[in-house]
């Protein structure tokens, strides 16, 4: 009876050894886990256009009300590295911007291809040089980004993965530039907005089929946007403004209520 006694009890004891080895190794685990935020990308990731620019950013204007912060202010991840930077292209993402990335890294975001494809060149040439000039503008961009753009975002991506490897990584997407048939009466014709988003939908797609072999997500924000483009009457976009780096830009409003959702949807 008393040999039944204890090993009852030393089978207990052992259960609850085991219980708090298993409880620690939960604990070292989790602390363990990747949670630091890594923001990477061009203009429309470091907020050009929002408004509030970080003095230290110099040109890269990275701006208090860009997305990757108002989302760190709203998480408060562990760590949060803000590496966007106007005009970037995957080149300067390459060389650049990928130096937070390690394996505490559990979240990246970034918007790239835009400036690859030569969008701020083809938006001056269709704002002033008329129609003709700029769908032929257009064509070129959209020829870019269904022969060339493909093999310039996969090594980003690949970059990414190798020096984050348990990060959820998020890839996020333009806006349509117009409501077609919309409120504006003057600019650029409708044949060359139709263009523009058409320009818009291809770099998308591209993006979307280059971030999903890469087992990352891509974040569409023309839902978000929609009829919040310019000439909707409630636009979340710039125009042509002053200072004129902020044209075709998302506003403070299009970087929280545009952005935002979709990363925190996402993440």
Request: charged share 20%; hydrophobic share 35%; aromatic share 8%.
């Given at each position: 009876?008393?040999?039944?006694?204890?090993?009852?009890?030393?089978?207990a004891?052992?259960?609850?050894?085991?219980?708090?080895?298993?409880?620690?190794?939960?604990?070292?685990?989790?602390?363990?886990?990747?949670?630091?935020?890594?923001?990477?990308?061009?203009?429309?990731?470091?907020?050009?256009?929002?408004?509030?620019?970080?003095?230290?950013?110099?040109?890269?204007?990275?701006?208090?009300?860009?997305?990757?912060?108002l989302?760190?202010?709203?998480?408060?991840?562990?760590?949060?590295?803000?590496?966007?930077?106007?005009?970037?292209?995957?080149?300067?993402?390459?060389?650049?911007?990928?130096?937070?990335?390690?394996?505490s890294?559990?979240?990246?975001?970034?918007?790239?291809?835009?400036?690859?494809?030569?969008?701020?060149?083809?938006?001056?040439?269709?704002?002033?040089?008329?129609?003709?000039?700029?769908?032929?503008?257009?064509?070129?961009?959209?020829?870019?980004?269904a022969?060339t753009?493909?093999?310039?975002?996969?090594?980003?991506?690949?970059a990414?993965?190798?020096?984050?490897?348990?990060?959820?990584?998020?890839?996020?997407?333009?806006?349509?530039?117009?409501?077609?048939?919309?409120?504006?009466?003057?600019?650029?014709?409708?044949?060359s907005?139709?263009?523009?988003?058409?320009?818009?939908?291809d770099?998308?797609?591209?993006?979307?089929?280059?971030?999903?072999?890469?087992?990352?997500?891509?974040?569409?924000?023309?839902?978000t946007?929609?009829?919040?483009?310019?000439?909707?009457?409630?636009?979340?976009?710039?125009?042509?403004?002053?200072?004129?780096?902020?044209?075709?830009?998302?506003?403070?409003?299009?970087?929280?209520?545009?952005?935002?959702?979709?990363?925190?949807?996402l993440?």
């Open positions: 009876m008393k040999l039944r006694r204890w090993a009852s009890t030393a089978t004891v052992v259960a609850l050894l085991g219980l708090s080895t298993l409880g620690a190794s939960s604990a070292t685990a989790e602390e363990a886990a990747p949670t630091g935020y890594v923001a990477l990308g061009d203009s429309y990731s470091s907020g050009v256009g929002a408004g509030d620019y970080d003095s230290g950013s110099g040109n890269c204007k990275r701006s208090a009300n860009a997305y990757p912060k989302w760190s202010g709203a998480n408060s991840p562990s760590s949060f590295d803000f590496t966007a930077c106007s005009g970037a292209r995957t080149g300067d993402v390459l060389s650049g911007q990928l130096g937070p990335l390690k394996d890294t559990g979240l990246v975001s970034i918007t790239i291809g835009g400036n690859d494809a030569g969008f701020a060149d083809a938006m001056t040439t269709c704002v002033l040089q008329g129609e003709s000039a700029c769908l032929k503008r257009i064509k070129q961009a959209r020829d870019y980004i022969g753009l493909p093999g310039k975002l996969d090594p980003v991506y690949d990414i993965r190798d020096k984050a490897p348990s990060a959820k990584v998020v890839v996020l997407g333009y806006p349509n530039m117009y409501k077609l048939k919309g409120a504006c009466n003057v600019g650029l014709s409708e044949k907005r139709a263009a523009i988003n058409s320009a818009a939908a770099l998308n797609d591209v993006t979307a089929k280059r971030a999903a072999d890469h087992g990352f997500s891509f974040g569409d924000v023309r839902p946007f929609s009829g919040h483009e310019i000439c909707s009457g409630s636009s979340w976009l710039h125009s042509v403004t002053f200072p004129v780096g902020d044209s075709y830009h998302p506003t403070a409003a299009g970087q929280s209520g545009g952005y935002l959702p979709v990363l925190d949807g993440a």
